[in-house]
């Protein structure tokens, strides 16, 4: 059974640090591309980053230079740094499995972890 | 790319056919996934590869379209049924969402 349970979430301040972890189980983590999507309160789903197998990464503009997507493969964990936050930052973020092409599928999410940026 | 999905809210009944659209602002192939999401809950999986249904879904829902134009239909809507649909694009980075249609109860 796949399942990807996020954790790190917590209330910062702007401008703070917060590091995302995503534990992953059920399939093979190596070969597999893993994405971040956040939603903020009441609002739709947004891309943050993806990471592809060998460690390729793309970011949503809004976030490139300030967060950056890694993953342990010895591990089977997907992380997400964040610096410099900012309010618009906050929401629950979702790790999922999948990516874009030649991925092209995201099938699995976890059920979040909240991150609360506020002074 | 930009994903335009509409209606943004629909009331429908039980029973009722319920059609959502997703317009994309170029050509993204068959790239696009369907997601349903309740409160509280992470998004689900119903459609991938714009027409292909996700294991274990019901086949009361269908997917269509190619290129930019994409469709979501629910052929016989259930109590269950009722939450928020989002449709994704997965041809190219940066992904887009859709903006979601809030399916409620009439």
């Known amino acids: 059974e796949v399942q990807l349970v996020e954790s790190g979430g917590a209330l910062v301040r702007p401008g703070g640090s917060l590091r995302l972890s995503c534990a992953a189980s059920g399939f093979t983590f190596s070969s597999t591309y893993m994405t971040w999507v956040r939603q903020a309160p009441g609002k739709g789903l947004e891309w943050v980053a993806s990471i592809h197998t060998g460690g390729s990464t793309n970011y949503e503009d809004s976030v490139r230079g300030r967060f950056t997507v890694s993953r342990d493969d010895s591990e089977n964990m997907l992380y997400l740094q964040m610096n410099s936050l900012r309010v618009d930052d906050t929401a629950l973020y979702y790790c999922?499995?999948?990516?874009?092409?030649?991925?092209?599928?995201?099938?699995?999410w976890g059920q979040g972890t909240l991150v609360t940026v506020s002074s | 790319i930009q994903l335009t999905q509409s209606p943004s809210s629909l009331s429908a009944s039980v029973g009722d056919r319920v059609t959502i659209t997703c317009r994309a602002s170029q050509g993204i192939n068959t790239y696009l996934a369907w997601y349903q999401q309740k409160p509280g809950k992470a998004p689900k999986l119903l459609i991938f590869?714009?027409?292909t249904l996700q294991r274990g879904v019901p086949s009361r829902f269908r997917g269509g379209g190619s290129g930019t134009d994409f469709i979501l239909t629910i052929s016989s809507l259930q109590p269950e049924d009722f939450a928020t649909y989002f449709c994704l694009q997965l041809n190219s980075y940066p992904l887009a969402f859709g903006g979601g249609t809030k399916v409620d109860i009439k």
């Open positions: 999922a499995r999948g990516g874009a092409w030649p991925s092209a599928l995201i099938d699995y």
């Open positions: 590869g714009a027409s």
